[in-house]
C-alpha cells in the first residue's frame, strides 16, 4: 500500500511539472547534457529563446557554444576545441562530476564573444535515466555579486590607499614651518589628479559594460600624448622604484581617437607592468607607427602563469591578491569595443611578457 501511494506521488508530481512546464518559466537556467557535454535540453536565456520546442538540442552542441565563449569560437570544433579549453574550470568540474558521480559545483568566469562576460555558479549532478548518463547543470548568474565584491576590494582600496597617502603629505604640509613645502604640494597635486583619474576610470569602465560610454575623437599628437602618459606614470614608477623607458616620438605624428580612452588602456598596461617589476627593474613602452596603424606595446621581466593566460583578460582575473583583477579586463573592453583595436599579450621565460594594443591611425 505504502509501495503504491509512493508511486503515486512520484507519477503526480510529474505531472505537475509538465503541466506547468516549470523549467521554462523558472528565472532559473537549467542545462541537461549527456555523457558526451552535448546538451539535450536547456532553457538558458542567453538565446532568446522564445519557441519552448526548440529548448530540445537537435545538433550536438556543448555548453560553450550555448554560452557563446569566446575559447569556443575560436576551436576548430567550438566547445572542448581551442588550446585553452583543458583548463576550463567549467568543463573540468563536468567531467569530474561524471568521474565521481558525486554532485559538483563551481563559479566560473567566461570571455564570451563581442567581450562580454558571463560569471555563473554550477550546481552539477550527475544521474542515470533509462539506464543512460546525463548531467543535470543548474546555473546562477552572480555576476552582479562577483563584481560589487571586485569593486570593494579592487576601488575601495586603490581609493583608500591615495587618500591616506594625501592626508600624509598634507600633515606634512602642517608640520613644516620652516622648510620648503612646493615639493610636498607638487607631489599632493599629482595623487589628486591620480585619485580623480581613478575614480574617473571606473565610472568609464561601468558605462562601457552598460554600452552608454561615448568616444570623442581627436586629432592627437603622438609626442604630446606620450609626454602625457609618462606623467601619469610617475608617482607609481617612484613609488616602485622602478624605470620607465619610452620610446622617442617626433613631434607631428598625428591619429585620430579618443585621447582620454585610449590613455585609460595604455594607463592600466603600464601600472600592470611596473607592479609586476621587481624594485629597480625596467619596464618598456615601445610604439610603431606605421601603415595605417599604431602599436603601442608595454613590457615587463615578468612571467605570466601558462595555467591562468586564457583567463588574463576576464573579469576578476589577477595572481596579485586583494586590490587588483580589473586592469586587464578594462584593458580589452575599452580598446576593441570602443577604440576599434585589438588587445593581446606575449609572455615566455625567454622575452618576458609584452601587452600590446593595435589601433587604427584614423578612427
Request: glycine share 6%; net charge negative; proline share 2%.
Amino acid at each position: 500500500m505504502e509501495k503504491e501511494r509512493s508511486i503515486d506521488i512520484r507519477e503526480g508530481v510529474k505531472g505537475i511539472l509538465s503541466s506547468i512546464n516549470i523549467l521554462d518559466v523558472t528565472t532559473s537556467s537549467f542545462i541537461l547534457i549527456n555523457d558526451h557535454t552535448e546538451i539535450v535540453y536547456q532553457n538558458f536565456d542567453n538565446r532568446n529563446i522564445t519557441d519552448n520546442s526548440s529548448r530540445l538540442i537537435n545538433k550536438s552542441m556543448q555548453p560553450g557554444d550555448l554560452f557563446e565563449c569566446a575559447n569556443a569560437a575560436i576551436g576548430p570544433h567550438g566547445c572542448g576545441t581551442s588550446v585553452n579549453c583543458p583548463n576550463c574550470i567549467f568543463r573540468n568540474t563536468i567531467k569530474n562530476a561524471i568521474t565521481t558521480m558525486q554532485t559538483e559545483s563551481c563559479n566560473v568566469v567566461l570571455c564570451l564573444t563581442n567581450n562580454r562576460m558571463l560569471a555563473v555558479k554550477a550546481l552539477i549532478n550527475p544521474l542515470i535515466f533509462d539506464n543512460r548518463l546525463y548531467v543535470a547543470i543548474f546555473i546562477s548568474n552572480i555576476y552582479d555579486t562577483m563584481r560589487k565584491q571586485m569593486i570593494e576590494k579592487v576601488f575601495f582600496h586603490d581609493i583608500m590607499n591615495l587618500a591616506s597617502s594625501m592626508k600624509g603629505y598634507v600633515d606634512l604640509i602642517n608640520d613644516s614651518e620652516s622648510c620648503d613645502t612646493s615639493q610636498l604640494i607638487s607631489q599632493l597635486q599629482i595623487m589628486s589628479d591620480q585619485l580623480i583619474k581613478e575614480i574617473q576610470s571606473q565610472k568609464d569602465l561601468i558605462d562601457a559594460e552598460h554600452g552608454s560610454l561615448k568616444v570623442s575623437i581627436d586629432e592627437i599628437d603622438l609626442h604630446e600624448f606620450i609626454e602625457i602618459v609618462k606623467t601619469h606614470l610617475q608617482s607609481i614608477c617612484s613609488e616602485k622604484q622602478c624605470i620607465l623607458e619610452v620610446d622617442s616620438v617626433a613631434k607631428g605624428m598625428l591619429f585620430r581617437t579618443d585621447q582620454i580612452i585610449l590613455e585609460r588602456v595604455l594607463y592600466n598596461m603600464l601600472k600592470n607592468a611596473i607592479e609586476h617589476e621587481p624594485s629597480g627593474g625596467i619596464v618598456s613602452l615601445k610604439v610603431d607607427y606605421s601603415g595605417d596603424e599604431i602599436r603601442f606595446s608595454v613590457h615587463n621581466s615578468g612571467i605570466i602563469n601558462p595555467d591562468i593566460r586564457d583567463s588574463v583578460f576576464q573579469f576578476g582575473s589577477t595572481t596579485k591578491g586583494i586590490g587588483h583583477g580589473i586592469g586587464t579586463y578594462s584593458m580589452k573592453l575599452l580598446g576593441e569595443e570602443l577604440l576599434q583595436g585589438k588587445v593581446w599579450f606575449e609572455s615566455n621565460e625567454q622575452e618576458g611578457t609584452t601587452f600590446y594594443i593595435t589601433i587604427p591611425k584614423n578612427y
